[in-house]
């Protein structure tokens, strides 16, 4: 089985400054990528970043990076100098490779606003 | 040249009728999937294909039927709708059934509402 928690229904950034969303999971599965999704209001899912289980760096996107600690099985997704197009929903999911190859499990969702 | 396309975008239909959703993707994927975003936003997974073969379904009423005619196509079929189906689904597609380091590319999903 694999899970994954977000704890935040909600958050709030200032506009320019930087935001963490949490992630956590579990799973059976010896190798498995995490990826979070970014999904606006008009409702479509756009894939922003990717951590797979054996990379030792974090993932850098742009503005985005995956603050990934594999003892404390966290995957927080961190946006530097947020902008207003930023506020949408946000979810971590994960997919194994053996046990749970086959469907992505996606957290609840954190909603960001950003402030002008 | 959209990669994962859903049809139709919405679709608003009595209880009790048969409707049919349509999802094809151009990136030559192996496996797809179908995913449903209920009214609180959690989005759960239907069903999975690998090259046109159900491999799983997650405990969904058999009201649904997926059906996959080629591997760049997965159709879903929903009889006797009730309201508890309304719900955005997704449909989505990854290169092979063990690509759990890729992601997974959505189409823009389809809303459907049952009235």
């Known amino acids: 089985a694999q899970k994954i928690t977000q704890t935040q229904p909600g958050m709030f950034v200032q506009e320019k400054e930087a935001v963490t969303l949490d992630c956590t999971y579990d799973?059976?599965?010896?190798?498995?990528?995490l990826f979070w999704y970014k999904q606006p209001s008009s409702g479509e899912m756009i894939f922003l970043i990717y951590?797979?289980?054996?990379?030792?760096q974090n993932a850098t996107e742009g503005r985005y990076s995956l603050n990934f600690q594999k003892a404390r099985k966290s995957a927080n997704l961190v946006i530097s100098a947020s902008q207003l197009g930023d506020s949408a929903m946000y979810f971590c999911?994960?997919?194994?490779?053996?046990?749970?190859?086959?469907?992505?499990?996606f957290g609840d969702g954190t909603t960001l606003t950003v402030k002008p | 040249d959209t990669a994962v396309s859903q049809t139709p975008k919405y679709l608003v239909t009595q209880m009790g009728n048969d409707k049919s959703i349509k999802c094809e993707q151009n990136?030559?994927?192996?496996?797809m999937y179908w995913y449903k975003q209920d009214s609180k936003k959690f989005l759960k997974i239907m069903f999975s294909?690998?090259?046109?073969?159900l491999i799983i379904n997650e405990t969904v009423p058999n009201r649904f039927s997926p059906k996959s005619p080629d591997k760049a196509h997965l159709n879903l079929h929903i009889n006797s709708l009730e309201l508890g189906d309304s719900a955005v689904y997704f449909c989505?597609?990854?290169?092979?059934w063990g690509s759990g380091h890729t992601e997974a590319f959505f189409g823009q999903g389809t809303r459907l509402t049952v009235v």
């Open positions: 990136l030559g994927h192996d496996t």
């Open positions: 989505a597609s990854s290169p092979s």
């Open positions: 799973t059976s599965d010896p190798s498995y990528g």
């Open positions: 951590q797979g289980s054996y990379d030792q």
């Open positions: 294909y690998n090259n046109k073969e």
């Open positions: 999911a994960m997919r194994g490779v053996v046990t749970n190859a086959g469907k992505s499990t």
